[in-house]
């Protein structure tokens, strides 16, 4: 089921042709993103997904274009690039996204699945199917939840269909996607950078598959994980390891490194990586020469922290007239953490630190009362450390709000240009 034979041609309602000159590809598209933290706070829902933040709610349909064109996410990428294709048309299903979390509720996991295999059903026969992933949800019943869904997808449309997925760095990759899958992208940026120029070469590598090509693949994982503060392809030793990676995928083979999610904690978290080639003999080679390469990497990373006492100290300690970051990468919620502890915002007070900015403490008690007494008012509150966080507790303090918004902020940067920052009521 689900496979077009080649003198198949049709068009239905939701899909919309690129060129009018045969033969055509139908190809269907959706997205399902998450990245669990198995550490983290509360779950993700149907109102989470449904919910607009850092990109845009839940969309189906011919909405899947409107909602994600003009961003730097991998559908949008696909799309683009299938635009500037005279051989496609494009079946939109359905995408979604929701912040980092605790896990995905059973029930956000059961529908959102339900409607993209209905979406794929309804545009079968289809030549092939680009799924833009995560690949590190877990759900409340699955910890390999994009094999799940692959899985379910293959049962439904058989062996055969050509199906390329694209993957966050942060993949936990694991068999059961790159057994079901038939070609797997995977960003090569940290921060990324590159998510858009992901979805596009997925869409080359299934063109291809839809050319008769099947190649042969090779996955391996590595014996140690690597520390987000680590992972910076700007710097080495990342930096050396994605450019042999891109290299080697200009010859006898394509690679992929992902350097896996810690905060999911399953049995196949961790960094891995795959290679395809024309023969089982040039995949292994490819992904060996990577594995050794990597392994050889080990004791490259620098995975040195400093306390927030020590991490203060050095920053005062530095020559005025520029300014310093320290990142609190324990409470990251860019990676599903509370964003409220107060261990960093306690050592600055104590250290008496001046033309400090501290962003953001997730508090939205604080936040209210702020609005609820307006620019120049003081109150005495708790702030922060409500979350449970081994321990951390409240900044006991009295604060004088000096700026309110609304908490929306246009992103203007290469990652999440475009899109819309909606924090809530927010106050300096």
């Known amino acids: 089921m689900g496979c077009r034979k080649p003198s198949q041609e049709r068009r239905r309602p939701g899909a919309w042709l690129l060129t009018r000159t045969a033969p055509r590809h139908r190809i269907a598209v959706a997205g399902f993103q998450h990245e669990t933290n198995s550490f983290g706070f509360g779950t993700a829902g149907m109102p989470e997904f449904e919910m607009a933040d850092s990109w845009p709610a839940l969309v189906e349909g011919d909405a899947v274009r409107e909602g994600t064109l003009g961003l730097n996410l991998p559908i949008a990428g696909f799309i683009r690039a299938a635009e500037a294709s005279a051989r496609i048309e494009l079946h939109p299903v359905l995408w979604c996204a929701a912040e980092p979390s605790g896990p995905v509720t059973d029930h956000a996991f059961e529908t959102i ?7 794929i059903g309804k545009a079968a026969p289809l030549d092939g199917l680009y799924l833009d992933l995560h690949g590190a949800m877990i759900t409340a019943s699955h910890d390999d939840g994009e094999g799940e869904l692959l899985r379910r997808i293959r049962a439904q449309h058989g062996p055969d269909l050509p199906i390329a997925v694209s993957l966050d760095m942060h993949a936990n990759v694991t068999s059961d996607m790159v057994r079901h899958a038939s070609s797997i992208s995977i960003y090569r940026t940290y921060p990324h950078l590159d998510m858009g120029q992901t979805g596009a070469r997925a869409l080359s590598r299934l063109l291809r598959l839809l050319q008769g090509e099947r190649p042969a693949a090779a996955f391996r994982q590595l014996p140690y994980i690597i520390p987000m503060h680590a992972q910076h392809t700007g710097s080495d030793p990342m930096r050396r390891l994605y450019r042999l990676a891109t290299e080697m995928s200009g010859g006898d083979a394509d ?6 999610f810690t905060g999911g904690d399953i049995a196949d978290s961790g960094p891995s990586l795959l290679a395809s080639a024309v023969d089982q003999a040039k995949a292994d080679a490819a992904a060996d020469a990577l594995l050794e390469a990597t392994l050889a990497a080990e004791a490259d990373f620098d995975c ?3 306390t ?7 920053a005062l300690a530095c020559p005025p007239g520029k300014p310093v970051t320290i990142a609190d990468v324990q409470d990251n919620p860019g990676g599903g953490t509370s964003s409220d502890t107060t261990g960093l915002l306690k050592a600055l007070m104590n250290a008496r630190g001046k033309q400090v900015i501290v962003g953001v403490i997730h508090d939205p008690a604080a936040a209210a009362e702020a609005h609820r007494l307006g620019v120049g008012r003081e109150f005495q509150a708790g702030l922060g450390g409500r979350s449970g ?12 709000v ?12 290469e990652m999440y240009g475009g899109g819309t920052a909606r924090m809530g009521p927010t106050a300096v």
């Open 113 to 119: 699945t339900a409607r993209i295999l209905d979406g």
């Open 255 to 260: 690679v992929e490194l992902a350097v896996g």
């Open 304 to 306: 040195s922290l400093s």
């Open 308 to 314: 927030p006492e020590e991490a203060v100290e050095a």
């Open 389 to 400: 966080t081994r321990g951390d507790t409240p900044l006991d303090a009295r604060f004088r």
């Open 402 to 413: 000096e700026a309110l918004s609304n908490g929306e902020v246009a992103y203007r940067g």
